[in-house]
């Protein structure tokens, strides 16, 4: 008899189940959860037309059940105030992919039991095959209290499982209870809950609070009922994790706490471009192996050659260069999301942000911004509010990354004397400092014209201080970066390809010397020189950037930098035919600067003067170098519209702060 029970369990375990979705307040372990059900078995995906991701993958095998399981996004309730939560939740009701779920799995934070039973009503009272998973019980104990999981069964009708997704218990348990409910309960019209009045509100909350104290109780029988009532009702089992409140005397104090959040910004700055720099270097030196090792292989003087080596495989570096800063931010941010503090920083930033029309988000992208615009871009996901997600996205390629430092290095070097590096430092940090009040002027004047008609709602839940789980953080990292690889990718090696064919068409072949080294570069600079970038710069750009005092060998290298904005420096290296050798980065850049200096524009003047150098610098500071940047935009807003408008409003402040620049210099004799 026993064995035939066991073996219909065994039966109803192993039913296929097509889809089961999970839903549930932000920080209330519906993530962790995920991760343990499906393993690595699970992908990342948007909404259709929007930026809204969800990830679904299949459960794993141990389970030995097959489901889909779907990871929407975090909740409050199921009646949306912004336009991403309205997408969420109308996906869970209908899923463009999956459709509607056959059962939901809410997980439910056992330390804030009232708040967290609110979105479990509506999604019982919605009609769905409902399974509640309880998690933090670990926490919960800390105070000697657990959860009367049967009780709570009996008061909200449907299946209730304590789980711990870290240590991976009870998991087992809440997957039969789903199959469980799955059998037991016939499909049925599942509905959205209509948005409720006030005394509604007050009334479920009423009740949920009602639930809590009926369903909590001494755990191990630690603790008498007199006690337990005192606590109950004396609402002690509200009060916020105690380890956490003294942290937070110190994380939130007005002077200290800031303190605190400058140095952890900084911290996460510094490693994004310190410790991902050495890996970069990898990269970019692994891919001119390969590109050197190719064209090794291929016929010489053939432009299949050259596309293969100089224009797929750079591009594809080109890709591959940023994955170790994306990863890097991502565990960096998931680390301090996962302890907690992370809601600690945004909420103190906040106020000052708001002014501005962004959010207290906004800063941590905006700070990774001055590392890289990418992987700046990409953490801007963390801003719920739509129109304030935009904004940050919107300026990020204002801050100062690492890639205009070269740019940056080179123009400086040229305008300060020799033996003062204090010189060229300061006005670096004058650089830095000065791109982030210009992001700050454009956001708040944009949001002025712009007004939010999107609720701005920036409640965070400050949840206690925890150990964050490494593998799930680095697992998450993992996969935002394949996704930067798989969306970004084509479009940015797509447009490398364009801008080598515009720099290598027509062919040319100069007069040789016999020094290979020379007339290696005697190649590139005469190809460059005649190519159609080169048509495009004398015909299109020359006329332009005339007034700013550049010739069309700065537009040259401009274009050559959209790919990229260090490339400026070598492109520069090629247009002006510099033939030292370039492995010894002093002596290169020596003679550039000696190139620059002798430089003469078509009236025999000097090119390249205090006043155009100058000019040249505020214009790296305002214009959309960088192709990546533009790719990776367009992927995060699902639209070219921001991308485009960025192309178009930051060439424009450009070109013109730039053309101010020049000429105001001229007018008061600096030249």
């Known amino acids: 008899m026993k064995n035939k029970e066991l073996q219909e369990e065994e039966l109803i375990v192993e039913k296929k189940l097509p889809v089961i979705a999970l839903v549930g307040m932000p920080n209330s372990g519906k993530t962790t959860l995920f991760n343990a059900l499906t393993g690595a078995n699970y992908k990342t995906s948007n909404y259709p037309g929007s930026t809204v991701e969800y990830s679904s993958g299949q459960l794993s095998e141990k389970y030995n059940s097959e489901a889909e399981i779907l990871d929407t996004p975090g909740i409050i309730s199921l009646n949306p105030s912004s336009i991403d939560e309205q997408i969420a939740i109308e996906g869970l009701f209908n899923h463009p992919k999956f459709g509607t779920p056959d059962a939901v799995i809410v997980t439910c934070d056992v330390t804030q039991l009232s708040r967290q039973l609110f979105l479990v009503k509506q999604i019982v009272d919605s009609g769905f095959r409902t399974v509640v998973a309880l998690t933090m019980n670990d926490i919960l104990q800390r105070k000697d209290l657990s959860v009367n999981s049967e009780i709570l069964e009996n008061i909200i009708g449907c299946p209730v499982v304590k789980i711990n997704a870290s240590e991976k218990t009870g998991l087992n348990e809440l997957i039969q209870a789903v199959v469980s409910e799955f059998n037991r309960k016939p499909e049925q019209y599942v509905h959205k809950p209509l948005i409720p009045a006030e005394d509604e509100i007050s009334r479920i909350y009423d009740f949920t609070e009602e639930t809590e104290i009926e369903v909590l109780e001494p755990f191990k029988n630690k603790r008498d009922i007199d006690e337990l009532n005192r606590k109950l009702f004396g609402n002690l089992h509200r009060e916020p994790d105690r380890n956490s409140l003294k942290i937070d005397k110190y994380v939130l104090h007005p002077v200290l706490g800031t303190l605190i959040f400058i140095i952890s910004m900084g911290l996460i700055f510094t490693s994004i471009f310190w410790i991902a720099q050495p890996l970069m270097d990898i990269v970019d030196n692994f891919f001119s192996l390969v590109a050197e090792t190719v064209s090794n292989y291929l016929p010489e003087n053939k432009w299949y050659s050259d596309l293969i080596s100089e224009g797929i495989i750079t591009g594809l570096g080109a890709v591959m260069i940023f994955v170790p800063q994306i990863m890097i931010l991502f565990i960096l941010l998931g680390l301090l999301e996962d302890t907690g503090y992370l809601?600690?920083?945004?909420?103190l930033i906040d106020k000052p942000l708001s002014k501005l029309g962004l959010n207290g988000r906004s800063f941590i992208p905006m700070l990774s911004g001055y590392a890289c615009a990418i992987p700046a871009i990409m953490a801007a996901r963390t801003i719920s509010n739509r129109r304030e997600r935009l904004l940050t996205i919107m300026i990020i390629p204002l801050m100062s990354c690492s890639a205009r430092l070269p740019v940056y290095a080179l123009l400086l070097a040229y305008l300060t004397p020799p033996g003062n590096p204090w010189i060229p430092g300061l006005a670096l940090g004058a650089l830095y400092l000065l791109s982030l009040i210009i992001s700050s002027l454009v956001a708040g004047i944009i949001s002025k014209f712009r007004r939010n008609t999107e609720k701005s709602t920036?409640?965070?839940?400050?949840?206690?201080?925890?150990?964050?789980?490494?593998?799930n953080i680095l697992k998450s990292a993992y996969y935002k970066a394949g996704l930067y690889i798989k969306q970004a990718g084509p479009v940015i090696i797509?447009?490398?390809?364009?801008?080598?064919?515009?720099?290598?068409?027509?062919?040319?072949?100069?007069?040789?010397?016999?020094?290979?080294?020379?007339?290696?570069?005697?190649?590139?600079?005469?190809?460059?020189?005649?190519?159609?970038a080169a048509m495009i710069g004398k015909t299109v750009l020359e006329p332009i950037l005339r007034p700013l005092g550049w010739d069309w060998r700065v537009g040259v290298a401009l274009i050559s930098a959209f790919a990229a904005r260090e490339v400026f420096v070598s492109a520069m290296a090629i247009t002006f035919s510099i033939t030292e050798n370039t492995e010894d980065e002093e002596n290169f850049q020596s003679s550039i600067l000696q190139s620059m200096k002798e430089a003469k524009n078509s009236e025999g003047t000097p090119l390249f003067t205090t006043a155009s150098v100058i000019s040249l610098i505020i214009y790296f500071m305002f214009a959309m170098q960088c192709l990546s940047t533009v790719a990776v935009s367009r992927k995060e807003t699902a639209s070219w519209k921001i991308p485009l408008f960025q192309i178009l409003l930051y060439s424009f402040l450009a070109y013109v702060s730039a053309l101010l620049v020049y000429n105001g210099l001229k007018f008061i004799g600096i030249n």
């Open 343 to 347: 809601a600690r920083a945004a909420m």
């Open 494 to 532: 797509i447009i490398s390809i364009v801008l080598w064919a515009l720099t290598y068409f027509p062919e040319t072949r100069p007069q040789l010397s016999g020094n290979n080294q020379n007339d290696e570069i005697a190649i590139e600079s005469s190809r460059l020189n005649n190519s159609y």
């Open 458 to 471: 920036f409640m965070l839940e400050l949840p206690p201080y925890r150990l964050p789980v490494l593998k």
